[in-house]
Every structure is written in structure tokens, then in C-alpha cells.
């Protein structure tokens, strides 16, 4: 199984452009998520999804847009890129809305606005 | 919703030396209690969990102890080695609603 899997790696944005961050995972889980990382800020949740056709804001949600219209694919939508954005993002899935169960995470997408 | 306090937020000890992290919750509900470690440049992966149900759960070098009445956990690092040297994060999912939200981590650094 190939996990979580999140692309692209690194990328550089000019500020206002607009990208989509992309998120798949092949465990069947109904639970995905999307979180940045700052240097001394932890994890913050940005949206997160219980399943296909169900997405919520969470901690950070201004300046990003989700969807999840099938199981597998959570991509992340940045609509118009600022410096504030610079940092480095997660995709997250976990088996069950439960929640008790545990959060595998893509290997990270380092983005930077200039 | 769910507030999760993570203290200290960097740690530094001799190597062979224990660690201790401790998280608070706000939820007195919340029933399950996560600890993940991100080394450098890597993502975040589970190490050790406990659910409400026991106090304290051991895996080799590393236990995390509940306190349900204080609202806390904490994690512990025995005979730590370089390979420790992390950043560690706890979790409290609430347990109405479905935000998995983190502490906000401990920097760990073993030294030799």
C-alpha cells in the first residue's frame, strides 16, 4: 500500500496565483484532513472531510477550499496565494469518524509564497 | 471545542537521561489520547496511545499516563538516546464533533 500520498513535494508561488495541493490515500478511510505546520505553531487544522461529499472548516480554514467527491482524493485549493501561506502542509487520513483510531499522514508539502 | 495545552515546548536532555511531556484537555469527555513523533524533515507518525479506560500503557522505553480527574497525559522517555531527538505532539480528539486537533509539540533534543 502506498498510504497517504500528497503532491507536490515543493512549490513556489507568486503571490495571487492559485494552486491545488493534492491528497490521495488507498487504505479506504473516511476520515482526511489537511493541516499546516509553522515553525512553533504546532499543527493546525485547515479543513478536514468524515467522508465523500462531507467537508468542515477547522482552526485555519481563510484562503482555502476542499472537496472530497470520492473516498480517496481530499485535494487542497490555495485561491489566491499570500506570503501568510508560506509553510508546510499535511494531508492526514484515519480509518473511522470515530476518531479513535490512528491519523497516517502524507510526507508534506513544502509551499512558499513571494 | 477541544483546547490541548503541550508543555514544555523544548526539552533538552543528556542522552540516557528521561524525558517527561505533558498535554491538558479542556473536554472531560474526550476518551482517546495520541502521542506522535516527527523527526526532522519527516511527518508525523503514531507512537504510542491510550484510551480512557486504563491509566498508564508501556511500550519498551516509552509509557503515557492518564490522569482523568487533572485532565492530562503525559509522555515518558526512559534511557533516551540520540535517535529520540523529535518533535513530539499530543492529541485530544473531542469526542462530539471530528477536529483531530494537536498540541502545539515539544522539541526534544538527546544529547550524547
Known amino acids: 500500500n502506498a498510504g497517504v500520498t500528497q503532491t507536490p513535494k515543493f512549490q513556489v508561488l507568486k503571490t495571487g496565483q492559485s494552486m491545488t495541493l493534492q491528497c490521495a490515500q488507498d487504505?479506504?478511510?473516511?476520515?482526511m484532513s489537511w493541516y499546516r505546520q509553522d515553525p512553533g505553531m504546532g499543527l493546525r487544522l485547515i479543513h478536514y472531510?468524515?467522508?465523500?461529499?462531507?467537508?468542515d472548516q477547522g482552526e485555519v480554514p481563510n484562503g482555502y477550499n476542499v472537496s472530497r467527491s470520492t473516498t480517496e482524493d481530499f485535494p487542497l485549493r490555495l485561491l489566491s496565494a499570500a506570503p501568510s501561506q508560506t509553510s508546510v502542509y499535511f494531508c492526514?487520513?484515519?480509518?473511522?469518524?470515530?476518531?479513535?483510531?490512528?491519523?497516517?499522514f502524507g510526507q508534506g508539502t513544502r509551499l512558499t509564497v513571494v | 471545542g477541544e483546547n490541548v495545552e503541550q508543555h514544555p515546548s523544548t526539552l533538552s536532555v543528556q542522552e540516557g537521561d528521561s524525558a517527561v511531556i505533558k498535554c491538558t484537555y479542556s473536554?472531560?469527555?474526550?476518551?482517546?489520547f495520541p502521542w506522535y513523533k516527527q523527526e526532522l524533515g519527516k511527518r508525523p507518525q503514531l507512537i504510542i496511545d491510550i484510551r480512557s479506560n486504563v491509566g498508564e500503557k508501556k511500550d519498551q522505553r516509552i509509557a503515557v499516563t492518564l490522569n482523568k480527574t487533572a485532565k492530562h497525559f503525559s509522555l515518558h522517555i526512559t534511557e533516551t538516546q540520540p535517535e529520540d531527538s523529535a518533535v513530539y505532539f499530543c492529541a485530544a480528539p473531542p469526542p462530539r464533533g471530528d477536529k483531530l486537533i494537536f498540541g502545539t509539540g515539544t522539541r526534544l533534543q538527546v544529547f550524547p
Open positions: 473536554d472531560s469527555a474526550s476518551n482517546y
Open positions: 472531510s468524515v467522508g465523500a461529499g462531507i467537508t
Open positions: 492526514a487520513s484515519s480509518y473511522s469518524t470515530s476518531r479513535n483510531t490512528e491519523a497516517f
Open positions: 487504505m479506504n478511510h473516511e476520515y
